[in-house]
């Protein structure tokens, strides 16, 4: 079974500065996609990012960006800029490729990130 | 605009009822998950669903049952409502094949037991 740890169960920074969530997880597969999806106030989860195991260059999405360490089974998110609209419940997740979706994410226990004026 | 939507974002029941929570999507997803979302344990897989009335335990299934009787619905059932079910039901569909695709989820039902 796969685990999903994410170990800062909050963060705060000011708006514009840069932060960094922190993931790891543990797996003995080859072939996964791992995600960090946000969650606002609103509750609808939202996909911020996504990046296929098998790919050594890291994601990028606008103000997001991974930094993924396989051979450590490491995958952090970084926000860049970020900007009050970033607070918001982030969670790590992860999904074997060999079943084709079809088993679901496993998540970590998420981030809290505030970001104050 | 593609979407999940579950019947009820709030709902208050009370111990020994049996609740009912259903999901629908409008993408024709072949998966359709249940999790649930407790602070400081994160989403939580139930059971989820590959096709028509096919089911799937996931982490904690007990006190759950499901159901998917037509492709687009998948219903979740609390047979007798306990305390400790009090918590945020989040439903969750992705298309099979690409274990890349993004998993869409619906806005969430807190449910209260009291």
């Known amino acids: 079974a796969q685990t999903v740890t994410q170990s800062q169960p909050e963060m705060s920074v000011q708006e514009a500065e840069t932060v960094t969530l922190s993931c790891t997880y543990d797996t003995s597969e080859n072939n996964y996609y791992l995600f960090w999806y946000k969650q606002p106030p609103s509750r609808q989860m939202i996909l911020v990012i996504r990046?296929?195991?098998?790919?050594?260059q890291n994601a990028t999405e606008n103000r997001f960006s991974v930094n993924f360490q396989k051979a450590a089974k490491s995958f952090s998110l970084k926000i860049s800029d970020s900007q009050l609209g970033d607070t918001a419940m982030y969670f790590c997740a992860f999904i074997d490729a060999r079943g084709g979706g079809a088993d679901g994410l496993t998540f970590g226990k998420g981030t809290h990130l505030i970001i104050q004026p | 605009d593609v979407k999940v939507t579950q019947s009820s974002r709030y709902l208050v029941k009370r111990t020994g009822e049996k609740v009912f929570l259903e999901c629908v999507q409008d993408m024709d997803h072949e998966n359709m998950f249940w999790y649930r979302q407790d602070p400081g344990l994160g989403l939580r897989l139930i059971y989820f669903s590959y096709d028509v009335k096919m089911k799937e335990k996931g982490d904690i299934p007990e006190g759950y049952s499901v159901s998917r009787e037509k492709k687009e619905r998948f219903s979740l059932i609390l047979e007798s409502a306990s305390t400790n079910q009090t918590s945020m039901y989040l439903c969750a569909s992705t298309r099979q094949g690409a274990g890349n695709t993004e998993a869409f989820f619906g806005q969430g039902t807190r449910l209260t037991v009291v």
């Open positions: 990046q296929e195991a098998y790919k050594q």
